[in-house]
C-alpha cells in the first residue's frame, strides 16, 4: 500500500509539472503574439469600436498632432499601474504610435504636479507634442479619474486643429437644441462645444437671403457642417438648392429623418388613427437631391 502510495503520489506531481509546464508555454506563446481578450463587460481593459474606428483614422492623418497621455502613478497605484497599462497600450498600439503613454512618479516630479495641476496620484494628462515631440503644456488636459469616455475625449480634444462650428437649421417639427428631453439635442451640443466647436441655431432665412446673416461659406471657419434635424414641411425649391449648392461646392451635411405621424379623427370615430405624413427628409424634392 505504501508503495502504490508513493506512486500514486509521484505521479500525480508529474502532471502537476506537466500542466504547470504546458500553461508557461502557452502564456509566453500568447504573449509573444501579443494576442488579448477583454473579457470584462463593460471592456475596461480595451477600446471600444467606435474608439478603435476613431483613433485608427486619425493615426493616418499627418496633419494631426502626436499626443502622450502622462500617467502620474506612484509605488501604491503598483496594481493599477499593470491594469491600466493594457488599455494605454491599445490607444498606443490602434493609433499607430500617433498616442503614446508615459508613467511619471509623482513623489519624483513635485513640479510636473504643479505645473499641470494634478492634485492625487491616478491622475492623467492629456497633452498634444510639438513639432519638435516635446510636450504643449499650454493644451494639456487633466483626466481626475480613469476612464476610457474621460481619456478618447480629451484625446480627441487636444487633437483637434482648426476652427470648426456645426449650423443646425431650425424647422418646423425639427429637433430642439436647446431640448433637455429624450429627443432633444442639448447633450449633442454641449458635446461638440466641449470639442471647442462653434455651434448655432440658424433659419432658412438666416442662410437664404440676398445678403445671408450667417454664410456658409464663412473663410474664418476650417469646416462647416449643416445639421437639419428633422421636420415636417418640405422645403422650397429655391431654399434647397442653397442647401445643395454648399454640399456641392465641398459643405457637410447631416440630415436626421424619421417616419411622421399625425392623429387624425374622422366624425364618428372615438378613438384618433395615425395617420403617416411626408417629412422634410422624405419630401420630393429632397428624395431626388439624396438619390
Given at each position: 500500500r505504501t508503495g502504490n502510495t508513493v506512486r500514486v503520489g509521484g505521479t500525480s506531481l508529474v502532471y502537476t509539472v506537466v500542466i504547470l509546464a504546458a500553461l508557461v508555454v502557452v502564456y509566453i506563446f500568447i504573449r509573444n503574439q501579443n494576442i488579448r481578450a477583454d473579457l470584462?463587460?463593460?471592456?475596461?481593459?480595451?477600446?471600444?469600436?467606435?474608439?478603435?474606428?476613431?483613433?485608427?483614422?486619425?493615426a493616418a492623418d499627418p496633419s494631426i498632432p502626436s499626443v502622450r497621455m502622462l500617467a502620474f502613478y506612484g509605488q501604491q497605484q503598483a496594481g493599477r499601474r499593470d491594469q491600466d497599462t493594457l488599455l494605454l497600450e491599445d490607444y498606443q498600439t490602434t493609433s499607430n504610435g500617433k498616442i503614446t503613454y508615459e508613467f511619471i512618479d509623482p513623489e519624483r516630479s513635485p513640479q510636473l504636479l504643479?505645473?499641470?495641476?494634478?492634485?492625487?496620484?491616478?491622475?492623467?494628462?492629456?497633452?498634444?507634442?510639438?513639432?519638435?515631440?516635446?510636450?504643449?503644456?499650454?493644451r494639456a488636459e487633466l483626466v481626475r479619474l480613469f476612464s476610457q469616455e474621460e481619456?478618447?475625449?480629451?484625446?480627441?480634444?487636444v487633437m483637434a486643429t482648426g476652427n470648426f462650428r456645426a449650423l443646425f437649421l431650425n424647422t418646423e417639427g425639427g429637433l430642439s437644441t436647446e431640448s433637455t428631453e429624450g429627443d432633444g439635442l442639448s447633450l449633442l451640443k454641449t458635446?461638440?462645444?466641449?470639442?471647442?466647436?462653434?455651434?448655432?441655431?440658424?433659419?432658412?432665412?438666416?442662410?437664404?437671403?440676398?445678403q445671408p446673416t450667417?454664410?456658409?461659406?464663412?473663410?474664418?471657419?476650417?469646416?462647416?457642417?449643416?445639421?437639419?434635424?428633422?421636420?415636417?414641411?418640405?422645403?422650397?425649391?429655391?431654399?434647397?438648392?442653397?442647401?445643395?449648392?454648399?454640399?456641392?461646392?465641398?459643405?457637410?451635411?447631416?440630415?436626421?429623418?424619421?417616419?411622421?405621424?399625425?392623429?387624425v379623427a374622422g366624425e364618428g370615430e372615438a378613438e384618433a388613427t395615425a395617420t403617416a405624413t411626408t417629412t422634410?427628409?422624405?419630401?420630393?424634392?429632397?428624395?431626388?437631391?439624396?438619390?
Open positions: 470584462t463587460q463593460t471592456n475596461d481593459f480595451s477600446l471600444t469600436a467606435e474608439a478603435r474606428a476613431a483613433f485608427s483614422t486619425l504643479e505645473q499641470y495641476g494634478v492634485t492625487t496620484p491616478g491622475q492623467i494628462v492629456v497633452a498634444p507634442l510639438n513639432a519638435d515631440g516635446t510636450v504643449n503644456t499650454e481619456l478618447s475625449n480629451a484625446a480627441l480634444r458635446s461638440l462645444e466641449d470639442l471647442n466647436w462653434t455651434v448655432q441655431d440658424v433659419s432658412i432665412f438666416d442662410i437664404s437671403a440676398e450667417v454664410n456658409l461659406q464663412d473663410p474664418a471657419f476650417d469646416g462647416t457642417v449643416l445639421v437639419v434635424a428633422g421636420g415636417e414641411a418640405a422645403l422650397s425649391d429655391e431654399n434647397l438648392a442653397v442647401i445643395t449648392n454648399f454640399v456641392s461646392a465641398g459643405g457637410d451635411l447631416v440630415l436626421m429623418a424619421a417616419p411622421g405621424f399625425t392623429s422634410l427628409a422624405a419630401a420630393p424634392n429632397m428624395s431626388e437631391f439624396l438619390f
